[in-house]
């Protein structure tokens, strides 16, 4: 469908611009009680009537102001000046909270200087009550038009599309609203003269010098950028020019706007329950217990939907293997395609489930005081106060937390997190512990009194959170270098959460996995499927064997055999045969494969699981060629660490390259994580040899 015209949707976060946008077009964008929500343009069309006819409606992302200080607000300057090459819209609606109004038309006041054509929704009327001022005297004081709207109602809608219809018919001209100092106004001039052709303003000069000169990645011309670095020369200039602005356009907000409201918001219901939700012990302990109660449904309540997968895929397998008989073809679809499709939607309740508690946050306002209450702590360690849940969820599931990083405004904040996420002991993990402590550490051993099992499996989860931690402070200092962020979040009133928004959101996140990381899963399932069953041994070879022992010897002989032989030289100084390599390589599909990789390996049957006693026994009774004991305590816990701390998990990694559209940072990742892995176990081994601790 062609369009007449381009509308941009613009406003801070949580005024209702993305219910605004659905109510208006009829799309799905997702729609949350929470800042930063939108972090990608959403499109849509819209058919005006009016004689404006079919117009292109753009959801950008939400901006407190036209100064970029994230990617997203980047994105939404870019779009609105047709920076980057972005075509600028021809028409800007722009959302404006009517029960925080000054805040609001701050943003509002940077539009009109650069002369965008601007129709103003004001929303949250219903909210506001008799405070909301009439928008007839906002349009007076504006020179543009103001329209009530109640988006979630559809309250002025129609009065909203008649307005933008004729303001698509008329032009603005850029205007301050403040006078410039003298020194102001020499650096405008200055400045001015550099400005891209169709740009030359005194607005856009202004907003280059307080743009350009931050450390930002706008697609500005590096005249440009050259030019408000000389007349932005230090710091303490560029501190002093903010001031003049910001205080400029708060002014003219303070003399002309608030004489319009007279009536002061009430929101006694949300600051009564806040008095509990941000104090500081129970507000605490209230997320404490919100959060067990996430990480048990995501642990407890999705294992019913995980093994139903889990079944529903192999009854499918069995199915097809019946169907097409016992050959190469049929072993590839089992195993291959059936099989990798069902390690794709295996991890489908846990994403479900995430999202439809984070969904619950974010509609009633709840997850803005999470990220209030542990921005303090986070920031210590170079992190952001919302990367907490993400960080929660991946005991979980990395797959989940990371997607979840979406609601971080930064770029940066957002990599970092997924940067970290992975080495949270995930669920996966669980019973690739459970084997080796179970086979490695006798029941009955103590320490200080403590039982070793127990005490491990605790370890190793405290392990992980105080790594992630770690690697969190050394990304933020060096890879990752960056002005820690100030927390700048709105705290929205509560309300009852829409679940039809929720819902569309959940809905959107699992297609979102399904479609684009599902399938980079599933190639790389067959790439594994195929490294572990080739090439196929001699019938000589496999003559007399048991079928434990024919998938034994076809294991070591195929590539990934061949593999864990050749990597074995690497892993030896960590304690691990060429035997561990190949469930290290098997690892790769999922982390928990490594326990029926070893199953195979040591020919205790492909469907074991970490309480078997068989492959227990054959661990503990496994020797070297000199007779000593293979797999000692020592061995064990260094094997725990490199689980703990590689990225042994395709599935991971293919959704940082959906997530961040590169190959470069999931290829860090891997690279990270294993050599972080490598080194700490070599250290563990070597060490605990050193000391007599049983390295065999």
């Not at 009680?33 to 009537?49: A, K, S």
């Not at 021809?90 to 000054?102: G, I, R």
């Amino acid at each position: 469908m062609s369009v007449n015209a381009r509308i941009a949707l613009v406003g801070n976060p949580n005024t209702g611009k993305s219910t605004l946008f659905n109510r208006l077009t009829g799309s799905n964008a997702r729609v949350g009680n929470y800042p930063g929500i939108t972090v990608e343009l959403e499109r849509g069309t819209l058919d005006l009537g009016f004689q404006a006819g079919s117009v292109e409606v753009v959801d950008v992302p939400g901006s407190y102001s036209l100064v970029a200080r994230s990617r997203e607000e980047q994105v939404a300057i870019e779009c609105l000046l047709g920076l980057g090459g972005m075509q600028a819209p021809d028409l800007v609606v722009c959302c404006v909270d009517a029960t925080n109004l000054s805040r609001n038309l701050y943003f509002v006041l940077q539009a009109q200087e650069l002369g965008l054509n601007l129709v103003v929704a004001l929303t949250m009327v219903d909210e506001a009550g008799p405070a909301a001022p009439k928008p007839g005297d906002l349009s007076a004081i504006l020179g543009c038009p103001v329209v009530n709207v109640v988006a979630r109602t559809g309250d002025g809608i129609p009065e909203l599309k008649r307005a933008m219809a004729e303001q698509l018919e008329r032009q603005a001209t850029p205007r301050l609203r403040f006078t410039p100092s003298a020194a102001l106004a020499r650096q405008i001039a200055s400045v001015r003269k550099a400005c891209p052709r169709g740009l030359e303003s005194d607005a856009f000069a202004l907003w280059a010098l307080m743009s350009a000169s931050r450390d930002d990645e706008l697609n500005l011309s590096a005249e440009l950028r050259a030019a408000v670095l000389e007349a932005v020369p230090d710091d303490a200039s560029g501190k002093t020019l903010d001031d003049e602005v910001v205080n400029g356009r708060y002014a003219f907000i303070d003399r002309e706007i608030a004489p319009l409201v007279q009536v002061p918001v009430k929101r006694s219901l949300t600051e009564r329950v806040d008095a509990v939700l941000l104090h500081p012990v129970f507000g605490f302990a209230s997320f404490l217990c919100i959060s067990l109660l996430i990480f048990q449904a995501l642990f407890s309540w999705a294992n019913p939907a995980i093994e139903a997968v889990e079944w529903l895929f192999g009854a499918l397998g069995k199915a097809v293997g019946q169907l097409l008989g016992d050959n190469v073809v049929s072993e590839l679809i089992v195993e291959g395609v059936v099989g990798g499709a069902g390690s794709v939607v295996v991890f489908l309740p846990q994403i479900l489930l995430l999202f439809l508690f984070v969904g619950l946050m974010e509609d009633s306002g709840y997850m803005a005081r999470v990220a209030y209450l542990m921005d303090r702590i986070m920031k210590s360690m170079g992190l952001h106060g919302r990367a907490f849940v993400p960080m929660l969820s991946g005991f979980a599931c990395a797959i989940p937390a990371i997607m979840a990083t979406r609601t971080m405004e930064r770029q940066r904040d957002r990599l970092l997190t997924m940067m970290v996420v992975p080495l949270m002991t995930c669920s996966a993990r669980l019973p690739v512990y459970t084997l080796i402590i179970g086979a490695l550490f006798p029941a009955q051993m103590r320490w200080l009194g403590i039982p070793v099992q127990g005490g491990l499996m605790v370890a190793m989860y405290l392990f992980s959170v105080i790594v992630a931690l770690i690697a969190a402070f050394v990304l933020s200092k060096t890879v990752l270098r960056a002005e820690t962020a100030t927390l700048i979040l709105e705290l929205p009133p509560y309300r009852l959460p829409r679940m039809q928004d929720v819902l569309r959101m959940v809905w959107q996140r699992a297609k979102a996995f399904l479609t684009e990381a599902g399938t980079i899963i599933l190639g790389c399932s067959i790439v594994l499927w195929a490294l572990l069953n080739f090439p196929r041994p001699s019938e000589e070879q496999l003559a007399g064997k048991t079928p434990s022992e024919r998938h034994a010897i076809a294991l070591a002989n195929s590539y990934g055999g061949q593999l864990g032989h050749a990597i074995e030289p690497a892993i030896e100084p960590l304690g691990f045969d060429w035997k561990i390599g190949v469930g290290i390589i098997g690892a790769f599909a999922a982390r928990e494969v490594f326990v029926a990789t070893m199953g195979v390996v040591y020919s205790a049957g492909e469907d074991v699981d970490e309480e078997n006693q068989t492959l227990r026994e054959k661990l503990r009774e496994e020797t070297k060629p000199d007779g000593s004991t293979a797999y000692t305590p020592l061995v064990g816990l260094s094997l725990m660490v490199f689980f703990a701390l590689a990225c042994q998990c395709m599935s991971t990694l293919a959704v940082v390259k959906r997530e961040t559209r590169s190959y470069r940072w999931p290829a860090f990742l891997f690279v990270y994580m294993t050599t972080l892995a490598w080194i700490t176990s070599f250290a563990l081994y070597q060490g605990g040899r050193l000391l007599g601790l049983g390295g065999g």
